[in-house]
């Protein structure tokens, strides 16, 4: 099984639980472990940080950086890399995949990510074959949702989902965030939705919601 190249992080030994947390455009699997160390959580967790690949990104010229799809223009619902963006989702399901081969469950299974991770979180945990734990998507949108009907995992209407947004996000419009969880909403899900006085970036209240969300949800798998 080829694998992305990826940052592990355990929290306690042998863990039954598994966060795999997908970065930003530009960034790589450095930029969450900060979040993950930070947090108490009430089980052994296995965090993975997966490197998305290099490729040339067109908003940015064509410079070659880490990036989980192509983003042609500032509208970025628009003109969707449906290639690249399905090209990762197996990228993660192996991720998926290597977890079970562990002998973690599908329910114990959480997809995190920010901005296009967050979309990749988003697009995988709805069309994963079984239900995951949930969904952390962070200040991002639902990618392709006019293929989603008809193609989403068993017993996915239950998937948990927390969504989060800056309201002065001019990378990621908030409206952008709320219309994908608005149409979530209408496909049946119901997202948790919230949102913070701050801009592209993660806050420390945002932390503490999304520590306190995965105890909840950690604490009835147990």
């Not at 639980?17 to 160390?37: K, M, T, Y």
């Not at 200040?139 to 006019?146: A, C, F, Q, V, W």
């Amino acid at each position: 099984m080829n694998l992305l190249p990826h940052i592990t992080l355990e929290t306690g030994a042998a863990p039954l639980h598994s966060i795999i947390w997908l970065h930003g455009l530009g960034a790589d699997g450095d930029d969450f472990v900060p979040v993950a160390e930070d947090m108490r959580l009430p089980v052994a967790v296995r965090y993975i940080f997966p490197h998305a690949p290099m490729m040339p990104v067109t908003i940015n010229g064509g410079y070659v950086m880490r990036a989980w799809y192509d983003i042609a223009g500032t509208n970025i619902a628009a003109r969707q890399d449906e290639d690249g963006i399905r090209a990762s989702r197996l990228a993660i399901e192996a991720l998926i995949e290597r977890e079970k081969q562990r002998g973690v469950a599908a329910e114990n299974i959480y997809l995190a990510g920010f901005s296009q991770g967050g979309a990749i979180a988003l697009y995988t945990g709805l069309l994963h074959a079984r239900r995951l734990g949930g969904i952390l998507a962070l200040s991002t949108y639902l990618p392709l949702e006019e293929t989603l009907p008809g193609e989403t995992g068993e017993g996915a209407e239950h998937l948990p989902i927390f969504m989060a947004h800056g309201l002065d996000d001019t990378v990621v419009p908030v409206e952008l965030g709320l219309a994908s969880a608005r149409r979530l909403g209408e496909m049946g899900y119901r997202p948790e939705w919230h949102e913070y006085a701050m801009q592209h970036s993660v806050c420390m209240e945002e932390v503490r919601d999304i520590e306190a969300w995965l105890t909840r949800r950690l604490n009835t798998s147990i």
